[in-house]
């Protein structure tokens, strides 16, 4: 059974920082690329962040670009999101997802695995 389960999300004032962390179990992240995705009320869900499985190439959306950084421990098979200088439109669930091997991981549609979900919520 996999699972994924995210962690350090709370609340903080604009411009602080946090680092979210999904550790998984039930597959190994190094054979996947690994994903953020965000969603806030009455939102979509909508793309953060990915990271390849082999190059560690690393994607954002235009949103969060030089704020947020992805990264993978591929020996704790945890894939965390630093996020820096957090904006009140920063405020949703934050979910990692485990990528399949074809699409674009700018898409959701793309991952075949999601967590639950961590609140992050940034006050003004």
Same mark, same amino acid.
């Given at each position: ?5 995210? !962690? ?12 979210? !962390? ?7 992240? !190094?054979?996947?690329? *690994? ?5 806030? +009320? ?40 630093? *996020?820096?200088?957090?904006? +009140? ?10 990528? !399949? ?24």
């Amino acid at each position: 059974q996999v699972q994924l389960e995210e !962690s350090g999300g709370g609340l903080v004032q604009t411009g602080g920082s946090l680092r979210l !962390s999904c550790a998984v179990s039930g597959r190994t992240i !190094s054979n996947y690329a *690994m994903g953020w995705f965000r969603q806030a +009320p009455g939102k979509e869900r909508e793309f953060v962040a990915a990271i390849r499985r082999s190059s560690g190439t690393t994607y954002y959306a235009d949103s969060v670009k030089g704020r947020f950084t992805i990264s993978r421990d591929n020996a704790k098979n945890t894939v965390y999101l630093q *996020m820096n200088s957090l904006k +009140p439109e920063d405020t949703a669930v934050y979910y990692c997802a485990v990528a !399949s091997g074809t699409g674009s991981l700018l898409v959701g549609g793309t991952y075949l695995d999601w967590g639950q979900g961590t609140q992050v919520t940034v006050s003004s």
